[in-house]
């Protein structure tokens, strides 16, 4: 992101991240099943947390460059879906609550990003 990048462009982006993050996270989870316990301290889970800051950092920088904007929802969708990312992963127990909950996190994240795209092909139109 730059400061003269579009607002789409930078929507696109982060959405991006947040699916690598997503598969990232389902590929941890099938090594989870496989180990029986989830291991914080493992490689996918450094870059998983990595991965986290990265998008939050970029979260940051949208927030300042689209102050006046409302973008509000979208960027609280996010928040909620990396910490439940962040503290599903942290332990060694995974619960099914917790998955849960981390899905629907996701859900609720993407159907935002599918709101935004629209919203800037309106106004890409109008």
Avoid: V
Avoid at 7 to 14: P, S, T, V, Y
Avoid at 17 to 32: I, R
Avoid at 38 to 66: G, V
């Amino acid at each position: 992101m730059d400061e003269y990048s579009p607002k789409r462009h930078d929507i696109a982006q982060l959405r991006f991240l947040c699916d690598t993050l997503y598969h990232d996270c389902l590929a941890n989870l099938d090594e989870c099943r496989r180990r029986g316990i989830n291991d914080p301290t493992s490689i996918i889970n450094f870059q998983i947390n990595e991965l986290i800051e990265h998008i939050s950092l970029f979260a940051l920088n949208y927030r300042i460059k689209f102050a006046t904007d409302n973008n509000n929802k979208l960027l609280a969708q996010l928040e909620d879906y990396l910490d439940s990312s962040f503290m599903l992963f942290s332990r060694y127990d995974i619960n099914s609550a917790d998955l849960q909950k981390w899905r629907q996190a996701k859900d609720r994240l993407f159907r935002s990003f599918t709101h935004a795209d629209l919203n800037n092909l309106i106004n890409i139109y109008y």
